[in-house]
């Protein structure tokens, strides 16, 4: 399954470290959505997006990337990493999703270091995340997503 992940991972490159782990399971292109400003994802099996969660959501430039770029019928994923609360995790480009007529096989969400606005004052929050269980939990995450790609394809 040829996988294109679209992202954002800044602060403490927690989403990155997340998609890096899936990434050893795969063929997965890593698309930095501040990097590239155009990009053909027609010619990928299923497309992931990516992000921390700022402001309980997913990060704009992702929601806008996956707006703008995400072919319709194309199955797709999601992966975030969160401090303190999930937030509504990864609601707004799964609409995106669902206005494309796009499946959406999962998502995947972990604990990520968080030392963003006051939460700096008291040394962050979910200090020492992701961890090596939350990286392994990501490679079984992106292992059963090939699964039910395959079942897919297979109907």
């Known amino acids: 399954m040829k996988t294109a992940v679209c992202y954002y991972s800044h602060h403490h490159g927690n989403t990155l470290k997340v998609l890096q782990a899936m990434a050893q399971e795969g063929e997965m292109d890593l698309i930095d959505v501040t990097v590239r400003q155009t990009v053909q994802l027609d010619g990928y099996d299923c497309v992931g997006f990516a992000s921390g969660i700022y402001g309980f959501a997913f990060q704009k430039a992702v929601t806008a990337f996956a707006r703008h770029y995400l072919p319709q019928g194309k199955p797709v ?72 790609w395959e079942r897919m394809e297979e109907e």
């Open 77 to 148: 994923f999601f992966v975030y990493t969160y401090g303190g609360a999930k937030g509504t995790g990864a609601k707004e480009p799964a609409v995106i999703a669902r206005e494309k007529n796009c499946p959406v096989l999962g998502e995947f969400s972990c604990k990520g270091y968080d030392t963003f606005g006051p939460f700096k004052l008291i040394g962050g929050l979910s200090k020492g995340h992701p961890n090596a269980h939350d990286l392994e939990q990501a490679r079984r995450f992106y292992r059963d997503l090939q699964k039910a």
